[in-house]
Each structure stands twice: as C-alpha cells, then as structure tokens.
C-alpha cells in the first residue's frame, strides 16, 4: 500500500494440515469449550499428536465467556508456549493461519492448533446481538433490533439500487450453494433449493428473504499450522501458503458499504503468490449473506466493481461448474457455527486442495483462494482478510 | 401517504392490557449525551473541538485526529435516504410485537451516515430530514421525516410511538381555578383530545371562568383537591384507568423569601400544592398510566408538570416558592424513573413569571396563559421531555447550563424578570 517499501516475507516452509469439521447442530446444550474440544481433538487425531504436541494454540470463539483462550488452556490441559485470542469473527480464520504461519516460521511454535468453534443455546443469539459492540449497543441495535439481517438488508437495497442487482441474481448464489451443500453430508440444509423457492421465500427484512440468511448453529473447525518437514515426515497432506492480506475499517469515508478491505490490498495478494484470478481452482468466499459474496467476487479481482450480478450470470458457482464456489455449502446452507463461519471456507479449502474433500471434492484442485469478513461493529463488516493457497491435489 | 387513526374502540375489560415492552435501552455514556438533546427535540451530535470533525456513532476520541475534546453541537439534519428496509423479524419484543418496522440509512449533507428510524412517508432515495426523539426506553434516537409535512404524518404509527399526541387521548388537567386552565383545556380540544377532565377543588367557591371551561367540548369537571389524599385517591379511583395525559398544573404561588415572611405558613401551602400535591398525585396516578403505557392509540403516553424555571436557581424575591418548585423538580426526575418501565414520559414544562396576579409587580417578559398551552401541547406532539417556556425560561437555563454558580449570584441581583 501506500508508503509501504519493503517486500514482505513469504511463507516458504511452513504448511496448513489436519482440517477438521465437527458435524454441526442447530441448537446444543453443549459448550462452546465443548464444541472447541471436539474439533481439536478430531484435528489432532487425525494427525497422530496428542495434546502435548501443541505448543501453539489459537482460538476464535463469541461463546466462551467469562474466558478466553485462557481458561482454555486450563480447561484443556494444554501448556502452550505461544498462545492467541482472535475476535474477529468472519475474518478469523485466515488471521489465525497468519498470525500461526509466522510463529511457525520464527521459531517461537512448532505446532500451532487452530481452532474456532461456538454453541447455539436457543437464546444465544439475541444475547449476543444486544451487546455485540459498543457501536451496535448505541446505533444500530435500537433501530427494529433487526441485527445483520437488517445491517446487510440495508447494503444489499443499496447495491441493488447502485448496480441494477436483482434479487434472482443473489439467488444464483444460494442455489448454487445449496447444490454444493447436498453432497456435503454434514450441511445442516439438507433439501434441494429452486429459484422459484428462493425468490418465493418470506421477507425477513427487506429485500433480505429466508434464504439470504444462514442459520446460526453450533459447531467447530479447527486445522494445524506446522513445518513442512514434520508434516512430510508425518506423511500428512498439506497446503503452502502463498500469500495472504488483512485489512481494517477500510474506506471509512464511504457513507455505506460498497468494498471490502480487500480492495485495498488485492494487488498485493496477488503479487506475493505470483497468481492471477484465472488461477484459482474454487473460491471460497465469507458468505453470511449473498451480497457480500458478490462484493468479494469484485474486490478480489474476478470481475470488476458492479459487475457481480453479471458475473454470477455467466458462471456457474457449483462444485462441477466453470467457478467452483463455497463448496461445502458455505454458512448459507451448511450452516452458521458462530466464529466458526470464519474458518468453514478455510478448512474446507485444505480439504480441497489435499485431495480430501471427498464427497464435495473439485476435481484436479490444486490453488484456491480463501477470504474472511468479519464483524458489523456498526454499520458495515470491519475486518477483512484473504489467502492463496495451494497443495498437491489428488 | 399516512393513514389517519381512527377513534379507539371502547376497551373491553375482559382483555388483557398489553404489557409495555420496550426497546434496548442500554447506552454507552457517550452516547447519553443524544439522550440529553432529545429531551429537548435537538439534533446534536459530536463535533471534534480541535479539528471540526463530525462524530457518529458517538465517540471518547476523535476519529480524525484523536482529541478527547468532543462537544455537542446542533447539526443541520438535511440529508438522504440512501438505503432502506423492512425489519419484519426482530430479536427485541417490543419491535417483534411492532413490525414492519422501516429503517434507513441517511447520509447526513454534514457528513456522517446515521441508521435511523424512517417515516412511512419518506420518499424511498429522498431527501428526509432528521429528528432526535426519545424512544419508548427513554433514549434518544434518530428518525427521518420527508422533508415537508404530509396530511397525517403524525399518524405514523412508528412516529406515534415517540410521541405524546394527545389526538383521541383523554387528559386531566389539575386546578380548574388556575387562570391556566381555560387555555389548557381549549388546546387540548383543539388537539383532538377526546375527553378533558378539570380538577376543581373547593367546588362551592365561585371563580371568574367556570362558564368558559364548561363550553369547551369534550370538558368534563370533576372534584380533585390535590392538597386532600382522600380526594385524589377517590378521583384515581373513577378515572386512573383512562388517564393519558396528566397535566399537573396547580400550584401556590405568594411572593417572599425567608426574613420577609414572618412564619412558615405560605411556604407550607407552598409545600403541599407543588411538592406533595405531585407527590400525592403521582402515588394515585402513577400505577395505572405506567399499566397503560401499550394500550392501544389511546395508551397512557405523558404526565407534564408545570414548573417555575426557578427550580434550576432560585429567585429570592420569590424565595419560598422556587425552593417549592426545587423540590417538586427533583420529585419529578424520580417519577421519570419510576414511569420509564412503562414507557410513559414525564415532561417538565419550565415557564418564566406567568402573566398573573401573583407576578404581577414583575417586569415583561410574562408568560401567557395560552403560549404556555400551545408550548405544552406541541411539546407532546414533539415528544418532548424538557421544554422552556418564555424568553426569561430560555436564558435562564443558557445561563444555568453555562455556569450555576455564576447565575446564583447573578440571580440574587435580580428581580427575577430576566437579567
Ligand atoms: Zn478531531
């Protein structure tokens, strides 16, 4: 960006393995402590370590107060020589991996166990909504208490209105998404959904309809960030990272969100992983709203601002189709596991290009494009992030 | 365009009243200080004292340059509706039992944009204007208006929610014997109230306007003597239940303050009228208005005192009586407490010297009879929670605000009629 001189480091040397996805649910009596448990432990498993062998420990979670990564540790029984808290919701899980991939790299971990997950007791979300921010608690909660519904209700009728979107454009996405969603055994959505159905659906707040919305579920995800040598050595898939980004509060002046932070920062994700959009195998994109999908196909550089809508026109968005997208089914049909949705297209994306997706596998993917959007402090999404990444495929 | 409301049915006692549900009331204390605009109908936000910049949502620090310097300052409300929508799902009750509800985003021609409230009659992509009210929850919040009045518009059901109409309301208003009351009472009528109950103590003693008031349409006078708990407790008992809009307006007023009068006598009558006759009526009132804060159009919506300025600072030469008028302030700011939960707003009417018999010594400015109506009547309207009647009444709390300790001394200088 501007002003900045030096080259950054790259990431040669250190690698992503172990994804893991606990099954969600709509509703648990369960912990978030609980559902953290879980996917680490399938994580670790899967790996061959024991909880020993983490010397590094991440977490991203909204339910676990009164404690954090913290009382984990305790909780946990894991004695950790480097150790991260990230509340970035949407964008954590590919702050996680760089926040990791650089302890990795200098030495201060070896195995850093990143994990997000959070429980969806039935009166969760309203809690969580009421005092989520400072910001939100003062200026958007007490207009209708509507929370990201009306937040991205608002965005996507000014989109509409700026670019001529219609609302069947923003279906493609969900269709699409469904589609994905019914080979992946684990989507909490489970039927087919037409475009007939999409558009039919009840307004929740206009022009938000049913399945503009994810579906708040608990659940956890959760991979490993390690030396290429041990993971070679361990004989477990892994993808490299090529290049990733973060950015916050981008365009503060913009009067309401058109852009990401990614706009800011694309040429240089780009440049750092020596890429070009046309070489991404599948995209997977923070989908808690169909809208925000489609910001993201501009501001990372498939198509150009406004033209989305004609973008989803043209391409197909299924795990077959021409533009692999969000192919577990994203948060819109897999479901929406709190801080988890942060991490669901970054692990699943280590699955794709390790081989390992099975059932949702694109075939021959070898480079994918993952991008996080987190945190409507007020008005618009804050935190933003994005990473290439590679594997050796099938 | 906004549907006229129509004449609410009579209740039927077999249902339920709706309990009040309100919306969130939590606040950062920097975002108190749109509370404490909206009491008084001002849209102010923060303004950056060291580099100008304007603030929303409100702020500790500056988002320009990081001074902690961030006064209140009127802000022109001029802006547009960008974009919009239709809450028809909320996680909050009180919007649950409400939808559809609109909300916008305005982007103010000052700079920032806001998420506020939107009228049913704002053009969608218009241009709107921007209020600052108090919500049901007592807290101040923002709200766009088309930019010119349409036929109806205060009957928005969203815009009725912040407001104390008195249309189909049914008020009663204390002291028939003030020389206030015929111009209180004609205001109401004339601001489609459906019944006007007048307070007249000591029925057997005649007075100048009973005639007048008997005129005014939809007056009914009925005994209350708000020094007598007996007579108050026995009117609750008649009409508590269909009370909207309590309009405290007796009062004692006799010149003096404490070395000029020879005993306590007056200040005693002083006492019992403006301190403990708001109590008294408060204690008898008060549970049934704040039942009845949801109950339909013709909900409990507003208790309004009328108070002398001189509760902010007293006013020696009438010493005794602002003390009174000192005590009944801080009362009432116990009563808004108390009434909050039910969503029923308190609004304190602050008058300079009236135009009476009792202030008559004192220079001009006075206040009329029917302004301090008319002010009463728009501050409902409005939804007001503060309102300053007069010339004098406005540069008293200017000055108060600038400085109480200068305006005490200030104030022992003066007659009272403004400095
Ligand atoms: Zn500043």
Redesign the interface.
Known sequence: MAGRTSKRMGYEGVVLAAPATTPYQRFSKETAHWWIARALRQSLQSAGLSPRDVDGFSVSSFTLFPDTAVGLTQHLGLTPRWLDHIPMGGASGVVALRRAARAVQAGDADIVACVAGDTNHVDS??RM???FS??A???????????P??CF???T??YM?AYGATREDFGRICVAQRDNALKNPHAVMKKPLTMDQYLSA???????ALFDCVMPVSGAEAFLVMREEDARAAGLPHAHIRGSIERHNAF?ED??QMRGGWAMDIDELYAMADARPDDMDLLQTYDDYPVISMMQFEDLGFCGKGDGPAFVRERDLTIAGDFPHNTSGGQLSAGQAGAAGGFIGLVEAIRQITGTAGPTQVEGATTAMVSGFGMIN??RGVCSSAAIISGAGT | MTDAILPPPKKDPQKRTRTQTL??G???R??LGLTAAAAEGRFMLQVCGECGALQ???RDAC?TCLSTDLPWRDIDPAGEL???????????T??RERTP?R???V?LDAGP?????VHGDAPR?GRVRIINRL?K?G?G?LYALPPEGTPHMEDDPQLREITADPKFRRVLITDARSENAVALAEAFAKAGASIIFIGEPEGWRPYPHRAALEAIPNVQIVPLDVTDTASVTELAGEIGGKTDILVNNARFVRPGGIMDRGDTVFARDEMEVNYLGLMRLAQSFGPAMRGRGADGDNSAAAWVNILSVYAYSNMPAFGAFSASNAAAYSLSQCLRAEMRPGGVRVMNVYTGPTDDAWHQPLPPPKVAPAALARAIVSGLKDGLEDVFVGDVAKDLIERWRAGAKVLEREMSETDGGGA
Request: hydrophobic share 30%; glycine share 6%; aromatic share 12%.
């Open positions: 979300f309203r909504l009421s005092s400072r910001f608690q003062d200026a958007s909660y007490p207009y209708g208490a509507g929370g519904n009306a209700a608002l965005l009728d000014h209105s009840r307004m929740i707040s206009d022009p938000i503060p009067p309401i007020y008005d | 919306p969130s939590l606040r950062s920097a975002a929303y949502p409100p988002s960008i974009a919009e929508t239709t809450v028809r799902t909320s996680t909050n009180y919007f509800w909300v916008g985003t982007r944009s806001v998420m506020c409230h992509g919500d929850s807290q919040v």
